[in-house]
């Protein structure tokens, strides 16, 4: 099997279950953070990344340890372009609560409930040292797509829309 087709059957089955109280599954809401990553122009590793961004909640992680293992999964394949910004979004979520004024109101309330098992918003020693980390910036606009891609009314594209960019992504 494929990298494409064995991520794409986490799409699939894992990807169908609910959200962590959220109102979208999973699966749908990776898929509208992939598409408003693409929509916004966002380079090809970093749509991907932000598709990819829960893959480790598909592999049933838990949700402090989902970033880490997700991307640790997704190195088989992806290079750090897209590992990184994964690896990283859940710290930068912290690191936004930390250094946006307001920002920590527009998380959703499951957001605000996670963040406080993610180690809650960072010192301000940890900000700068995030924000100095190769990918910090990517992880970041990974996080805002993640923040918005949270609504029901809104029906992304499916994954095979994105086998192809995965694909060219890929190491050989």
């Known amino acids: 099997m494929t990298a494409i087709e064995t991520i794409g059957e986490l799409f699939a089955g894992p990807g169908a279950r609910a959200y962590l109280g959220e109102p979208v599954t999973i699966g749908t809401h990776m898929l509208q953070a992939g598409a408003l990553a693409e929509a ?3 380079d090809r ?3 991907a990344a932000t598709l990819l961004h829960d893959i480790g909640h598909l592999r049933k992680e838990t949700d402090a340890r989902h970033g880490e293992a997700g991307a640790q999964w997704l190195s ?4 750090e372009a897209v590992t990184e910004p994964v690896r990283l979004h859940v710290a930068a979520k912290r690191f936004l609560c930390a250094v ?3 920002y920590f109101g527009l998380l959703s309330a499951e957001s605000v409930r996670t963040l406080s098992r993610q180690g ?3 010192t301000p020693e940890e900000a700068a040292a995030f924000a100095a980390l190769p ?3 990517d992880a970041v606009a990974v996080r805002r797509w993640d923040d918005q891609a949270k609504d029901p009314e809104v029906t992304p594209p499916s994954f095979p829309h994105f086998a ?4 060219a992504l890929v190491r050989s």
Not at 76 to 79: A, E, I, R, S, T
Not at 164 to 167: A, D, I, Q, V, Y
């Open 40 to 42: 916004a122009g966002a």
């Open 164 to 167: 192809e960019l995965l694909g």
């Open 135 to 137: 990918h910090a910036m």
């Open 100 to 102: 946006e004024p307001g």
């Open 76 to 79: 088989q394949w992806f290079g």
């Open 120 to 122: 809650g918003p960072m």
């Open 45 to 47: 590793p970093l749509v």
